[in-house]
């Protein structure tokens, strides 16, 4: 089940996210962090980090790095400074 929901977002990466404006406040990208969260919770699990991941990815949140965390939440990472190297903590910071 994991593979056919992974298949599913590679299909969005390469056919519908070309097509699109650049809209992810996070790294990595909330389809990127779907494909790692299927492939590390599972497929409901990993389903669900995935779906509220995307929710929390609005104009309102500062955003930047955001890794999938080893255990299931569906919160942000409470500590996402220790995540960020300069130059990726430059793109979402520096505004």
Do not use: W
Request: aromatic letters at 10%; glycine letters at 6%; one cysteine or more.
């Amino acid at each position: 089940m994991s593979e056919l929901l992974i298949f599913l977002v590679r299909a969005y990466q390469k056919f519908i996210s070309p097509i699109l404006p650049p809209t992810c406040r996070y790294y990595p990208t909330c389809s990127s962090y779907m494909i790692d969260s299927l492939r590390k919770h599972g497929p409901l699990k990993g389903l669900i980090m995935g779906i509220a991941r995307i929710i929390r990815c609005n104009p309102f949140v500062r955003g930047g790095v955001d890794p999938v965390p080893d255990h299931f939440t569906l919160r942000r990472n409470p500590h996402p400074e220790k995540y960020e190297d300069p130059i990726i903590a430059k793109k979402f910071h520096s505004k």
